[in-house]
């Protein structure tokens, strides 16, 4: 039984795909003070909110049962996404379903400014009728500017033809060809963008480089009169530059849906500038949004809790298409790389240095994902945590100096082949599989050796001198202590020569087994590998 936590007034629309679940218990709360949060938050498995809670550092730390954070929304800076990896939380947002609402409040707002709707309603409210205090502007012919051209300043973009405007955008990680399909011009610099822009639209996240990017030196370069609309985030534009372009009347105007601090302070200065916009972070509300946001992340949480699903997280790289169809590629990748540092292990090499993952081209796709995996099969056994996944895997290796490194290669053949292979100092060792689709994954080699094996509950790797006799002494011996065996693969290079047995077996298998078994003649090494159960 899993315990999800929904709060901040999150949809029914998705809450009720997830109480359906008898294995999930929901508690639907209003959006929590910080600290009744942090001493809640203990219990529960799951947390799905909006941008009201703030996921700190301290209550993902605090949430010790943790392992997802469902956000229904777009904007994660409400989230220390770096700490919720490094714990293996996984971060599910809802990107897509509050496209529409924001670009639709792009234009009621902006209109809204240019014909002073807001000022000629409250005088109508005050019993006044003055039609020629309110002269307008239209957006016909004006050059909107788009900092960010990603799903919203697309859909504003769309729209803004519409309106028989000029649509110039400025986002350096969007390719010329999307531009093109957009028809809008790509501006080469926000600087250039700023000198032909009538109306300027923010649509980029909060980010490092985002923070402050429209300030008083930027504001100074458009046009005399121009228009500024911030629905994305506040803080990427600098608040008092904005209110003294506004007082000055450098600016025509401005429209504000985030802010800084949010709620904006009741005395905020920001609430009495004429010629200023304000509503209160409405860009995704409506009812249509709500319901898509709400279902997307119910459904993706869900998911994530009952099935293992992580493709919807944004926090786990490098897995496009099917999840499910990953699976047992990414559980052989595992295992693989477990064999690989079990093996070397009782070689005595400890210290695993380098992790190459080797894959043909019908894995490729998955090659993230199954790097986290690879470094999930070498930590696991050897790193204290309760909390090792394909989350947090990439970083804990990398934090111990790990080097991982992945290849797409038709060395290894088609048929959804990969090959891990593990070394330091001078040791190496590759352990490679095969993970059919919907099939049963097969270890077929161990260093030099072909086996065919299923990696399953334990594995013992043994190898010996190519004499006859091991095969019925190993047996005999985990017979006699109880050691049931559901596979035994005997591999050699030559006849009389190295020898290697990969034995799959039911339950675990005691290290005393393992001396045991080194004793017995002829045979060189045992290794013992417990697969997690993933
Ligand atoms: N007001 C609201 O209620 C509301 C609702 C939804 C989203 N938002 C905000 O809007 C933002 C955009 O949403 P989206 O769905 O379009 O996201 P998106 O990821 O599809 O698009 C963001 C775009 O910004 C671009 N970008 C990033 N850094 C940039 C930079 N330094 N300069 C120029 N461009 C840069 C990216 O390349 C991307 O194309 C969200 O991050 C969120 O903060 C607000
Ligand atoms: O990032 C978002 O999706 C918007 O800012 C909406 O946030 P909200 O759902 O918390 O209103």
């Not at 894959?359 to 993230?368: K, Q, Y």
Request: with cysteine; proline share 3%; net charge negative.
């Amino acid at each position: 039984m899993f315990r999800v936590l929904v709060t901040d007034e999150v949809d029914q629309e998705g809450v009720v795909l997830l109480t359906a679940e008898p294995a999930l218990q929901v508690d639907e709360l209003p959006t929590l003070p910080k600290d009744e949060l942090l001493r809640r938050i203990g219990e529960y498995d799951a947390i799905v909110g909006r941008s009201a809670t703030r996921i700190s550092a301290e209550l993902l730390k605090a949430g010790g049962k943790l392992k997802v954070v469902g956000r229904a929304g777009v904007g994660v800076d409400n989230i220390e996404l770096d700490v919720a990896t490094s714990l293996g939380i996984a971060i599910i947002n809802a990107p897509a379903g509050n496209t529409v609402a924001v670009a639709e409040l792009f234009f009621g707002t902006v209109i809204g400014l240019l014909r002073q709707l807001h000022t000629a309603a409250a005088a109508m409210g005050d019993g006044r009728w003055d039609r020629a205090k309110f002269m307008g502007r239209e957006l016909k012919g004006k050059t909107l500017g788009i900092v960010g051209l990603g799903r919203i300043g697309s859909e504003v973009a769309a729209r803004a033809h519409a309106f028989g405007m000029t649509v110039v955008a400025y986002d350096p990680y969007i390719a010329d060809e999307r531009f093109a399909a957009l028809r809008v011009r790509r501006a080469p610099s926000l600087d250039a963008l700023l000198a032909e822009t009538n109306v300027l639209t923010l649509h980029v996240p909060l980010t490092d480089e985002t923070r402050g990017m429209i300030g008083k030196r930027e504001l100074a370069r458009l046009p005399a009169r121009s228009v500024v609309v911030n629905l994305a985030r506040g803080g990427v534009i600098e608040e008092a530059a904005l209110q003294a372009a506004l007082e000055t009347d450098q600016l025509r105007g401005a429209v504000l849906d985030v802010f800084t601090v949010e709620p904006l302070a009741p005395d905020s200065p920001l609430r009495n500038i004429p010629n200023l916009v304000l509503t209160p972070h409405l860009g995704a509300n409506t009812v249509e949004a709500q319901r898509n946001v709400s279902r997307d992340v119910c459904v993706a949480v869900r998911d994530a809790l009952l099935h293992n699903d992580l493709s919807r997280s944004i926090n786990v790289s490098g897995a496009t298409g099917e999840w499910s169809e990953l699976q047992s590629a990414m559980l052989l990748t595992r295992r693989a790389a477990a064999v690989a540092r079990a093996v070397l292990a009782d070689q005595g090499m400890r210290a695993v240095r380098r992790v190459a993952l080797r894959v043909s081209p019908d894995l490729a796709h998955g090659t993230g994902a199954m790097l986290a995996a690879a470094a999930a099969g070498v930590l696991e056994g050897v790193i204290e945590t309760d909390r090792l996944n394909l989350i947090n895997a990439r970083s804990l290796a990398e934090a111990r100096g790990l080097e991982l490194s992945v290849a797409e290669t038709t060395e290894l053949g088609s048929g959804r082949a990969l090959e891990v292979s593990l070394s330091g100092g001078m040791q190496q060792l590759a352990v490679a599989g095969v993970a059919p689709e919907g099939g049963t994954p097969r270890l077929t080699r161990i260093g030099s050796f072909h086996v065919d094996v299923n990696p399953r509950q334990t594995l013992l790797v043994l190898t010996n001198h190519d004499v006859p006799g091991v095969i019925g002494r190993v047996g005999t011996l985990l017979g006699e202590r109880g050691v049931n065996i559901a596979e035994y693969h005997q591999a050699r290079l030559a006849q009389g020569g190295d020898a290697l047995a990969a034995v799959s077996v039911d339950g675990t298998v005691s290290e005393e087994t393992r001396k045991a078994l080194l004793e017995l003649s002829d045979v060189r090494s045992a290794s013992i590998v417990h697969f997690r159960n993933e």
